[in-house]
């Protein structure tokens, strides 16, 4: 799947697996990525020159490269605490502790204590267990529909 020069997007509740690039998404901005199933792909989830892309209660399994962010700005990779970021699952943190700073000891809650980093990006918050969304649906929505003039954020959904 790939998204080129949009923005206002949300993709969420897909399964992307068995491919050369799961998800690419190139000079866009005001993304949405959540509740993803990114699996067995050569390549999860490419970032290039990106502006305000959320990524976060996806779960990468097993893809060659499982994310790559480049040439963008203020890209999240988590939806901050307690709600936490994606699954990773070549992530190797302990859960120890819990709160926004990973520091009350012993306290775990199911986030890593430590942030999963991937080329000079990073989720702050991982998951140590696989996040379960909702069942995908063949489902692409745009718009207001109705002539009023639209505005609706589309979401896409495979």
Do not use: K
Not at 19 to 39: C, G, K, M
Not at 62 to 83: E, F, G, I, M
Not at 84 to 96: A, T
């Amino acid at each position: 799947m790939g998204i080129t020069r949009s923005s206002n997007v949300t993709i969420e509740g897909n399964d992307l697996s068995n491919a050369t690039t799961a998800l690419s998404i190139t000079a866009s901005s005001d993304i949405l990525v959540d509740a993803n199933n990114i699996q067995s792909n050569a390549q999860g989830l490419i970032l290039n020159n990106t502006a305000n892309v959320q990524v976060f209660h996806n779960n990468f399994l097993n893809n060659t490269l499982q994310a790559q962010d480049t040439n963008s700005t203020q890209n999240v990779w988590d939806n901050s605490y307690p709600s936490g970021g994606n699954f990773w699952s070549d992530y190797s943190g302990v859960d120890n502790c819990s709160g926004p700073q990973q520091n009350i000891c012993p306290s775990p809650d199911g986030i890593g204590d430590t942030p999963y980093t991937f080329n000079n990006n990073q989720d702050n918050y991982p998951l140590m267990q696989l996040f379960a969304p909702d069942p995908p649906a063949a489902v692409a929505t745009a718009g207001g529909g109705g002539g009023g003039g639209g505005g609706g954020r589309p979401t896409l959904r495979t």
